[in-house]
């Protein structure tokens, strides 16, 4: 079976510090993956998808980055951390689901505070 | 407008009730539309895709009106473990999967 997996669980960062989460998923091959953020109160926002290797697309203008060094590795990434940028992130994969309707499925995340 | 609208709650219910949750989305090209359980802390759990002819997963039974642009969940003989938050998500495109989530509706369901 498919499991995704996210590090580090929890992150206390200074404002104007680098970030680097990871997110991996096993058990499949080529997968179309996704981060998101939760900000405290409001719905998930789509920040990056990525639907092979080296391929990755922005929602947003912001502060973050993202890269596919591997097909089943998705890493988030900013240079300087804004406050803006404390969040709960989350990760993702998408599957056809038996419906035939592609189905998303979220990794445990990592709750960003920034400092 | 929002593009998902919920209600956000909180619904407190007791033990054994039905409960009902409507959303609407502005967008009537959406493609695709789901269910998905958040507990407090937690990542979304995907509790159920929702079918053009409406389907049932066990006490959950989920709708989809296109021509109003609603669905709604709908949970029976609630259980306290049924406490959550629950979010509506569209997809709106047909070829990258683009899910669009609400804020969600928080559930509490009491002894």
């Known amino acids: 079976s498919q499991t995704i997996h996210q590090w580090p669980a929890t992150l206390v960062q200074p404002v104007g510090s680098p970030l680097s989460l990871e997110c991996t998923v096993e058990g499949t091959s080529n997968p179309n993956l996704y981060w998101y953020r939760q900000a405290a109160g409001r719905g998930l926002q789509l920040l990056f998808y990525?639907?092979?290797?080296?391929?990755i697309s922005s929602e947003v203008p912001q502060n973050l980055s993202a890269s596919r060094p591997q097909d089943r590795q998705f890493i988030l990434s900013s240079k300087k951390l804004l406050l803006s940028d404390s969040g709960f992130y989350l990760c993702?994969?998408?599957?056809?689901?038996?419906?035939?309707?592609?189905?998303?499925?979220f990794g445990p995340g990592t709750r960003l505070t920034v400092t | 407008r929002k593009e998902v609208e919920q209600d956000p709650g909180p619904f407190n219910v007791p033990e054994g009730a039905t409960v009902a949750f409507n959303c609407t989305y502005s967008n009537s090209a959406s493609q695709s539309f789901f269910w998905y359980r958040q507990d407090c802390r937690k990542e979304p759990k995907l509790l159920m895709s929702?079918?053009?002819s409406g389907n049932e997963d066990g006490r959950f039974t989920a709708q989809l009106n296109r021509a109003s642009q609603y669905i709604s969940l709908l949970i029976r003989d609630s259980k306290l473990s049924d406490s959550a938050t629950y979010l509506c998500?569209?997809?709106?495109?047909?070829?990258?999967?683009?899910?669009?989530f609400g804020t969600g509706t928080r559930l509490l369901v009491s002894p």
């Open positions: 993702a994969w998408s599957v056809r689901g038996t419906g035939g309707i592609y189905e998303q499925y």
């Open positions: 990525s639907v092979g290797i080296g391929q």
């Open positions: 998500v569209v997809n709106q495109l047909t070829g990258f999967q683009k899910l669009v």
């Open positions: 929702v079918y053009s």
